[in-house]
């Protein structure tokens, strides 16, 4: 089992990023996949996540409107659109696959001018 999470970077405040995690090793299709993101001495905490199979989505009030999470089943991909990024969204953010309880290794975002 393998999460690969890419597309972190920095960027100014208003502007957007793609973080993309590769999924590997397990059936991706029934799965809920979900985006977390941790900053350091703070808790982890959940962003997004997808039902892969329904389609069902639920986000953070604090991301609601701002960031879209979507899932390519024939890529075993999920995606996670930020726009109108916000410096307090500077965090390491990390895919999980709720079902297997797997991690990736997550990767850093920073909002800054």
């Known amino acids: 089992v393998q999460l690969v999470e890419s597309g972190g970077g920095l960027v100014q405040p208003g502007g957007s990023l793609r973080l993309s995690c590769a999924a590997s090793?397990?059936?991706?299709?029934?799965?809920?996949m979900s985006w977390y993101r941790q900053a350091p001495g703070k808790e982890r905490e959940l962003v997004a996540y997808?039902?892969?199979?329904?389609?069902?989505?639920n986000y953070a009030d604090s991301v609601k409107g701002r960031f879209s999470i979507s899932s390519d089943k024939d890529e075993n991909t999920v995606y996670l659109q930020m726009d109108s990024l916000k410096p307090e969204d500077t965090d390491v953010y990390y895919c999980?696959?709720?079902?297997?309880?797997?991690w990736g290794q997550g990767t850093q975002v920073t909002v800054s001018s």
């Open positions: 999980k696959c709720e079902s297997i309880n797997s």
């Open positions: 997808i039902n892969s199979a329904g389609g069902r989505t």
């Open positions: 090793g397990f059936t991706f299709k029934y799965t809920t």
